[in-house]
């Protein structure tokens, strides 16, 4: 808010997806029996976002306006190894890179079936990835 003009805006929004099942199951999956072992005490550090109230006291110090909302976009993906190719970019990432070379094949397995299990087919044959961000909007005060 700081670099912004008098009446500037500042507009974000970002992934608020930590608590959704395409997410869950990448840790529920390495705790599982079968990884347990190769997974130990590896965590993925993720923190949550703050809550829109945190944004709103932050940037209304400085702000005349400050708008804070969620959006869930329902992305309609060919299958359930759409999801995974999906969030094998960002979030499943750190897992299969902990796991050796060897493993990652078999961990990207259960995986998939963990979220074919979450994620049905709709009438179309095709699934539904719920996909939440939180955009947030200030104008600076004049």
Known sequence: MDWLSPGGT???Q???NL???SHVLMETVARSPRWQRAFGGFAVPRAPLPAPSAYIETLGR???RVDVW???Y???LENAAAIVDWVEGT???PYLAHLPDSNRDAYRADYLEAIRQAFPTIADGRVLLPFKRLFVV???AG
Do not use: F, S, W
Request: glycine content about 4%; aromatic content about 4%.
């Open 10 to 12: 500042l507009a974000v």
């Open 14 to 16: 970002m992934p608020d």
């Open 19 to 21: 608590d959704a099942d």
């Open 62 to 64: 400085t702000a005349a």
């Open 70 to 72: 969620h959006t869930t």
């Open 74 to 76: 329902y992305h309609q």
């Open 91 to 93: 979030g499943l990432r």
């Open 138 to 140: 200030a104008i600076k």
